[in-house]
């Protein structure tokens, strides 16, 4: 079954320092793969999406198809990026449903 | 427009009664999408739609589990016969396509059985 893993619950960095998200999925196909943010008091929004190979408040995410992984980074942490985030997967076809892995709650300190 | 609305926020149950929540999708998109999110894990797919028609249903939604979505328009979940394992958020999204298309959540409903 099609499954994302998020293995960390936790991580908490500094003001500053780099970060990386871990996200790992398992399928074998050609899935799109998502980041979704979820900052206190409010609803889940998109952050960025693998097919757009954008950069969004500082973050990226590269899709790793030999290692299928597609970690989130971000080079100098802000506190306002402090939040849930969600790694998703969709499959190929017309449903759109996500996968969602388990989350991992970013704590930047001061 | 102000984004996907879902009612109520918060619903609190004795175990065995019904329950019926609403989403109410951005007007233009055609997809619509139930998730429920239990504490510590990240939202579970329930059921989706495209206009009207209900494509898909997870082996999450029990025959306790309806949806609706008359005209393509809001759509409705009921729980009949509520249990203590409902509890939970349930989400709703919506998109305006399929694989590759942004969806929009709303705040969800906090469903709590007693």
């Known amino acids: 079954a099609q499954r994302v893993t998020q293995p960390e619950k936790l991580l908490s960095v500094f003001k500053g320092a780099p970060v990386e998200l871990k996200c790992n999925y398992s399928y074998s196909g050609s899935p799109e793969l998502f980041w979704y943010v979820q900052y206190s008091r409010q609803r889940l929004q998109l952050l960025l999406r693998h097919i757009s190979r954008e950069s969004i408040k500082g973050f990226t995410a590269d899709l790793n198809k030999g290692e299928t992984s597609f970690h989130l980074k971000k080079p100098f942490a802000q506190e306002e990026d402090s939040a849930m985030y969600y790694c998703a997967l969709s499959l190929p076809g017309n449903t759109g449903k996500l996968i969602f892995g388990q989350g991992t709650t970013l704590q930047v300190k001061p | 427009d102000t984004g996907v609305s879902q009612d109520p926020r918060h619903k609190i149950t004795k175990r065995g009664q019904n329950v019926t929540f609403r989403c109410d999708p951005i007007?233009?998109?055609?997809?619509l999408y139930w998730y429920r999110q239990t504490l510590g894990q990240g939202p579970e797919f329930l059921t989706y739609f495209q206009n009207e028609a209900q494509l898909e249903k997870s082996r999450l939604l029990s025959d306790r589990f309806s949806a609706e979505r008359p005209k393509g328009s809001f759509s409705t979940l009921e729980i009949q016969r509520t249990e203590q394992g409902d509890s939970a958020m349930y989400l709703c999204?919506?998109?305006?396509?399929?694989?590759?298309?942004?969806?929009?959540f709303g705040p969800g409903t906090r469903l709590t059985v007693t």
């Open positions: 007007s233009e998109h055609n997809r």
């Open positions: 999204a919506s998109s305006l396509g399929g694989q590759s298309y942004e969806q929009y």
